[in-house]
């Protein structure tokens, strides 16, 4: 069964850093780009980070850049976010979703975990 | 960064009727956009890839069109369990924004 199942989440205070894990199991993880997506409470979804499959390139969201770290061991089958300086408008629910691929093209995310939560609060 | 309108960003509906949710985007996408279905406290689903590419195993019913800056997507009779939130997602830009959603509720 293909499957992502992450971890790590938690309560930090803002200025915090917090680090998840998403483990892979069911295909060939280091064949796939992977992403963070994330969805603060009551809100929509908001892509957060992309790693490629051999972690030549990797993109953050505006909002994230420079606090955020996005890696992988395709050994481990493991994607990270390491998340520095939260603040309060980090809290979210943090998915890992891989990225399908039309002709080496991205063009969707079809397989997501069940969320980690992180909740940012003093 | 690109950004994606949905609208409406809430509508009703019943069994049985023909839904459409629109998307467009700040700039041309070309066809790069995906369309995904969320049902409270659960992941994201992927429907639609690249404007008009049905995932596998999603309903026949569901159908995606456009290309630059307008997309629909169409539910062409609403069942029960396509009452959910709808979203939207660029693929054009390494920054993979998506819309801010659209809910499909019961009339």
């Known amino acids: 069964e293909v499957q992502l199942v992450e971890s790590g989440g938690g309560l930090v205070q803002p200025g915090g850093a917090l680090r998840l894990s998403c483990a892979a199991s069911?295909?060939?993880?280091?064949?796939?780009?992977m992403n963070w997506v994330r969805q603060a409470p009551g809100k929509g979804l908001q892509w957060v980070s992309f790693?490629?499959?051999?972690?030549?390139?990797?993109y953050y969201a505006t909002s994230v850049k420079g606090r955020f770290t996005i890696s992988r061991d395709n050994a481990q089958n493991s994607l990270y976010l390491q998340m520095n300086s939260l603040r309060d408008e980090d809290t979210a629910v943090y998915y890992c979703?891989?990225?399908?691929?039309?002709?080496?093209?991205?063009?969707?995310?079809?397989?997501w975990g069940q969320g980690t939560t992180v909740t940012v609060s003093s | 960064d690109i950004q994606m309108t949905q609208s409406p960003s809430t509508l009703s509906a019943s069994v049985g009727d023909r839904v459409t949710i629109t998307c467009r985007a700040s700039?041309?996408?070309?066809?790069?956009l995906a369309w995904y279905q969320q049902k409270p406290g659960k992941a994201p689903k992927l429907l639609i890839y690249?404007?008009?590419g049905l995932e596998s195993g999603v309903p026949s019913r569901f159908s995606g069109s456009g290309s630059g800056t307008e997309f629909t997507l169409t539910i062409s009779s609403l069942q029960p369990d396509d009452f959910a939130t709808y979203y939207c997602q660029q693929y054009e830009s390494y920054s993979r924004t998506f819309g801010q959603g659209t809910k499909v509720g019961i009339k």
């Open positions: 700039q041309s996408i070309s066809s790069w």
């Open positions: 690249k404007a008009s």
């Open positions: 790693i490629s499959s051999g972690s030549l390139d990797i």
């Open positions: 979703a891989r990225e399908t691929t039309v002709s080496s093209f991205p063009v969707g995310l079809d397989v």
């Open positions: 069911g295909f060939t993880f280091s064949s796939y780009g």
